[in-house]
């Protein structure tokens, strides 16, 4: 294993605060209960990547502009990438707005990643395989040297899988809610909780 690429929303960088904001707007706009509309976003957390969206959508609420301020690390984030950097290559493969590596920049982890593939400036979008192919190229990566970490089966499991690359699905917040329901969604490992990953490298891949 040479090169970990890794997701950034809800697998590097919380974004909880983002969501309290979304769904306090959409019930603000609403004549029902926090908790039925939360109901509906734990439902629709189970087939979309984005659960808050499509049960405002139903609701006939629109949202406002994602707020990136709003976003900030895991704790354990910081932590991990020093773990694992010098041993491994990291890159980056996530849908993103435009300013990626300002962000990640900003919030001081930047300097650990070699490869970074945003959607907005690849012009491609997870789960498009496109868009895994130009990080592995870029890496000069086979898929077989690779893994991708993420937290959505159908963004980041599925198409890693595809081409050949090991997958680890970090089930943070909404994507507890997804069902691998059939073989093309099953990772080659699990974990609840990002700071989980140095402990199943050194178990699983080094010294291999």
Aim: net charge negative; hydrophobic share 40%; with cysteine.
């Amino acid at each position: 294993m040479k090169w970990i690429f890794f997701d950034l929303g809800a697998t590097l960088v919380d974004e909880i605060d983002v969501y309290k904001s979304r769904c306090e707007f959409a019930i603000r706009q609403l004549n029902i209960s926090p908790d039925e509309f939360m109901n509906r976003v734990y439902e629709e957390a189970k087939k979309s990547p984005t659960p808050i969206g499509s049960a405002a959508k139903a609701y006939g609420v629109v949202l406002p502009e994602w707020d990136n301020s709003l976003e900030k690390l895991y704790k354990a984030v910081p932590s991990v990438l020093s773990s694992l950097y010098g041993k491994y290559k990291l890159g980056i493969i996530a849908n993103q707005s435009l300013g990626t590596q300002d962000r990640i920049d900003n919030w001081g982890i930047g300097q650990y990643f070699d490869v970074v593939i945003a959607s907005a400036e690849a012009g491609v979008a997870k789960p498009d395989l496109k868009i895994f192919t130009m990080a592995l190229d870029k890496a000069k990566c086979k898929p077989e040297e690779a893994v991708m970490i993420g937290d959505r089966l159908d963004n980041d499991i599925v198409p890693a899988k595809k081409l050949g690359m090991k997958t680890i699905w970090v089930r943070h917040e909404f994507s507890k809610y997804q069902r691998i329901d059939d073989e093309s969604k099953r990772p080659d490992y699990i974990v609840d909780s990002i700071d989980e990953l140095t402990g199943l490298f050194e178990r699983e891949f080094e010294g291999v």
